[in-house]
């Protein structure tokens, strides 16, 4: 009897010691990304080597305000490599980043673009952007894996082609859009507006909004007389976001026969960046069109 369970009790000690050593490796093949809009560059790149696993996915959280767990550190702790956006986005990432030494394996998106604190912190809203960070994400990857090298940089030119697509209808587009003036209520599409040629007219509006302040009367004033007078050709709403002044310059919009192109600042789980990047572009195409 004492050897029976002698024997089950060595069975039981060498499923847990595989069991763990299984968890442990597949942690081990994990690469975070803080919000999903990074999920599909990142796993372009780096394919079925590794699972790619956003810590916010839901368009229902706010990654200015979200407090990580421990079990977002330990997933921090475990990551072959972090892709965080920057610029005050998701700066609660940097001290678990600190916290468990992935400074060599942490990719800060604003400081490959060469940003400062202050600069418009959307930047998956450029494409050209995009295809530095998958650049990035190759490069990095390369130098911790260096025998998949020739693998990451064949998903690398594969995505990078894809991500041309979108710049070859931005050119497209610029043709009918450049010059044109838009409203925005917050500046979440500012580097897309400036690709295509777009001006942004309210600049100190969007950037209260943003911040959570009420904009000045003043602001709201040459909003309104700016749709009166159709001194602007569209405006881009955040769908994401509501209050009683973005109602407002909504409905004196369609007062005036306005054009409203409706944004969300983050990807639905169930959409790449792609899709949703030509998405955006067919909005845009449709207004400027008219």
């Given at each position: ?15 847990l010691?595989v ?6 490796n597949?942690q ?13 560059p990142?796993?372009?790149i780096?394919?079925d080597k590794?699972?790619?696993?956003p810590?916010?996915?839901s368009?229902?959280v706010?990654p200015?305000?979200f ?12 990551s072959?490599l972090?892709?965080a956006?920057?610029?005050g986005?998701d700066d609660?990432?940097n001290k678990?980043v600190?916290?468990?030494s992935?400074?060599n394996n942490?990719i800060?998106?604003?400081n490959i673009?060469?940003?400062?604190n202050?600069d418009n912190?959307h930047l998956?809203f ?22 998949s090298?020739n693998?990451?940089?064949?998903n ?5 082609h ?18 044109k ?15 295509i040629?777009?001006?942004v ?5 969007a ?8 904009p000045?009367i ?10 009166k ?6 405006i881009?709403?955040?769908k ?14 369609k ?8 944004f ?9 960046y ?9 909005q ?7």
């Amino acid at each position: 009897m004492k050897r029976k369970k002698y024997f089950f009790a060595v069975i039981l000690l060498m499923i847990l010691v595989v069991t763990g050593c299984t968890k442990n490796n597949s942690q081990k093949n994990v690469i975070t990304t803080t919000v999903n809009t990074y999920y599909e560059p990142v796993k372009s790149i780096v394919g079925d080597k590794y699972q790619v696993d956003p810590i916010i996915k839901s368009v229902n959280v706010d990654p200015h305000s979200f407090s990580p767990s421990t079990n977002n550190s330990k997933q921090i702790a475990d990551s072959k490599l972090i892709v965080a956006n920057g610029l005050g986005y998701d700066d609660w990432v940097n001290k678990m980043v600190t916290a468990n030494s992935q400074q060599n394996n942490f990719i800060d998106f604003g400081n490959i673009l060469g940003k400062k604190n202050g600069d418009n912190e959307h930047l998956w809203f450029g494409v050209n952007n995009m295809k530095k960070l998958s650049k990035a994400v190759y490069q990095q990857m390369s130098r911790v894996d260096s025998n998949s090298k020739n693998y990451y940089y064949g998903n690398y030119k594969k995505y990078a082609h894809k991500l041309d697509h979108l710049s070859d209808r931005e050119k497209s587009i610029k043709k009918l859009a450049n010059g044109k003036v838009a409203y925005v209520t917050e500046p979440l599409p500012d580097y897309l507006l400036k690709d295509i040629g777009v001006k942004v007219a309210d600049n100190h509006f969007a950037k209260a909004i943003e911040e959570d302040t009420d904009p000045s009367i003043k602001d709201v004033n040459d909003m309104e007389q700016g749709m009166k007078n159709h001194q602007v050709d569209f405006i881009v709403v955040n769908k994401q976001v509501s209050s009683s002044i973005i109602t407002k310059m909504m409905n004196t919009a369609k007062k005036y026969n306005i054009p409203i192109v409706y944004f969300t600042e983050t990807l639905p789980s169930d959409v790449g960046y792609y899709d949703w990047m030509s998405d955006n572009l067919d909005q845009i195409e449709k207004v400027v069109k008219e």
